[in-house]
């Protein structure tokens, strides 16, 4: 795809060209669809950075988006809790924390993911936070501040009817000089059918073509018999049928307790947003989802999302899954941990798996899937569908139970400001020079 941006023809922003952005030090928006490869070069970063020593705030506006990061939510860190507003008098009982004081010291670099689900007045709050313990009245004290999503995921959790209130309305925001990196390769579906679908919907263009494309897969039969996760949209559907699932399975139960150590608000926090249970109770058959990521020497041993069967137990009872590739894994406890610079300030420990027969559409975010069982009949909010159907790597491995008109619909604010996010994508790329301000020596690694 290419954009024509003042009679001058200029092709999608690609990793390779965002990557020289985020190393010329700007505050960066890193965007686009779902499997554009956002998150993998947040993770390439935050290695360069650790790499050099140079100090980085690994955020996310959710718990669950944190753990997949290996960070900490940005409420957390900032100090903000679930405060709605930070009044002088409160910000200045921030300043006096010790733990914050430290926590700044070092810090340069501010990443924050999942930015579509930050209110616009909380990331105003982190903005003033970062000011007064830097002291330093640039945008967030002076920090790069680089953030990465998509507005067309789900939004923020907004009380009642109101609108949503997304982070780019924040009163800080036109004073970032935000570099917008649109990118739009995609390496996670290669499915031309699904591409078309789900780049229709980010268009807000449903053709009745596209409409027959999803009927056809309800009800249809999976290739290869795969056995799909079943996404639904409410938590009490996921619930009943996890449950009813293992207790049809007439094995000896195993029971996997998780562990912790650290600062116990900390701790309940990667309690609450780990997707490992507390209590995980496996059997032999019982149809398990990864929930971490593990590289081995480079190699991707498993991914966040990939599914597998238990097929039986070690000698230290440990499970044994098998994946849909036929490849037997050994798995151990694994770690989440919330580290502050180079100091772990909170760690739990659980098998990194969970009952995989069914998870929520929300909690399914940052996941990629072979196959899928889809009810989207009861869809409820913008994006939803759009959240769902790109979780698929191909559509052969949708197999749809239902869907109704709200699943089709994206927020009309966003879609308008994508369009803006586009054009501004195409200026990055024609104005890349290195950060600097007054006072202030590039930030360029």
């Known amino acids: 795809m290419y954009i024509k941006y003042f009679h001058t023809i200029i092709k999608d922003m690609t990793q390779k060209e965002a990557w020289k952005?985020?190393?010329?030090?700007?505050?960066?928006?890193?965007?686009?669809?779902?499997?554009?490869g956002k998150t993998f070069l947040l993770n390439k970063y935050i290695v360069h950075l650790k790499s050099?020593?140079?100090?980085?705030?690994?955020?996310?506006?959710?718990?669950?988006?944190?753990?997949?990061?290996?960070?900490?939510?940005?409420?957390?860190?900032?100090?903000?809790?679930?405060?709605?507003r930070l009044s002088s008098r409160e910000l200045q009982s921030l300043i006096k924390k010790s733990y914050l004081k430290k926590q700044f010291e070092k810090i340069e670099v501010l990443l924050i993911d999942e930015i579509s689900m930050l209110h616009a007045h909380r990331l105003d709050m982190v903005d003033s936070v970062c000011r007064a313990l830097k002291k330093n009245n640039l945008p967030f004290g002076g920090l790069q501040v680089v953030m990465s999503g998509d507005f067309f995921q789900l939004p923020p959790i907004s009380p009642g009817n109101e609108e949503a209130e997304f982070a780019y309305k924040a009163k800080v925001w036109p004073e970032m000089d935000v570099?917008?990196?649109?990118?739009?390769?995609?390496?996670?579906?290669?499915?031309?059918?699904?591409?078309?679908?789900?780049?229709?919907?980010?268009?807000?263009?449903?053709?009745?073509?596209?409409?027959?494309?999803?009927?056809?897969?309800i009800g249809q039969k999976l290739e290869n018999d795969l056995r799909p996760v079943?996404?639904?949209?409410h938590n009490v559907d996921v619930d009943a049928i996890n449950n009813q699932e293992l207790a049809l399975i007439k094995e000896e139960p195993f029971v996997f307790k998780m562990t912790s150590g650290g600062d116990k608000k900390l701790v309940e926090s990667l309690r609450k947003n780990c997707l490992a249970p507390a209590d995980l109770v496996l059997k032999k058959g019982a149809l398990v989802m990864f929930v971490k990521n593990k590289f081995k020497e480079d190699k991707v041993v498993y991914v966040n999302g990939t599914t597998g069967t238990v097929i039986a137990f070690?000698?230290?009872?440990?499970?044994?899954?098998?994946?849909?590739?036929?490849?037997?894994?050994?798995?151990?406890?694994?770690?989440?941990?919330?580290?502050?610079d180079k100091q772990i300030l909170a760690r739990i420990n659980q098998i990194p798996l969970r009952l995989a027969w069914a998870i929520t559409?929300?909690?399914?975010?940052?996941?990629?899937?072979?196959?899928?069982?889809?009810d989207l009949s009861k869809s409820f909010g913008y994006g939803m569908g759009y959240?769902?159907?790109?979780?698929?790597?191909?559509?052969?491995?949708?197999?749809?139970?239902?869907?109704?008109?709200?699943?089709?619909?994206?927020?009309?604010?966003?879609?308008?400001?994508?369009?803006?996010?586009l054009n501004l994508s195409v200026a990055t790329q024609?104005?890349?020079?290195?950060?600097?301000?007054?006072g202030q020596a590039s930030l360029a690694y």
């Open 21 to 36: 952005i985020l190393l010329a030090g700007h505050n960066v928006l890193l965007t686009g669809q779902a499997g554009s």
């Open 52 to 84: 050099r020593g140079i100090g980085v705030a690994i955020t996310a506006s959710t718990g669950i988006a944190a753990t997949h990061i290996g960070g900490r939510t940005i409420h957390s860190w900032a100090g903000i809790g679930i405060k709605e």
């Open 179 to 217: 570099r917008v990196c649109y990118l739009e390769e995609q390496h996670r579906q290669k499915d031309r059918s699904l591409t078309r679908i789900l780049n229709s919907l980010r268009s807000n263009q449903i053709s009745d073509e596209i409409v027959a494309l999803l009927q056809a897969r």
């Open 230 to 233: 079943r996404l639904f949209t």
């Open 314 to 340: 070690a000698e230290n009872n440990f499970p044994i899954v098998r994946l849909r590739s036929g490849e037997e894994i050994l798995v151990g406890p694994d770690s989440w941990t919330i580290d502050d």
């Open 361 to 374: 559409v929300h909690k399914s975010q940052g996941m990629t899937l072979e196959a899928a069982e889809i």
């Open 387 to 421: 959240v769902a159907l790109s979780r698929l790597s191909n559509l052969s491995g949708l197999y749809l139970l239902g869907i109704n008109d709200m699943a089709y619909r994206l927020d009309p604010q966003v879609f308008a400001y994508d369009q803006e996010l």
């Open 430 to 438: 024609k104005n890349n020079r290195p950060r600097t301000f007054k």
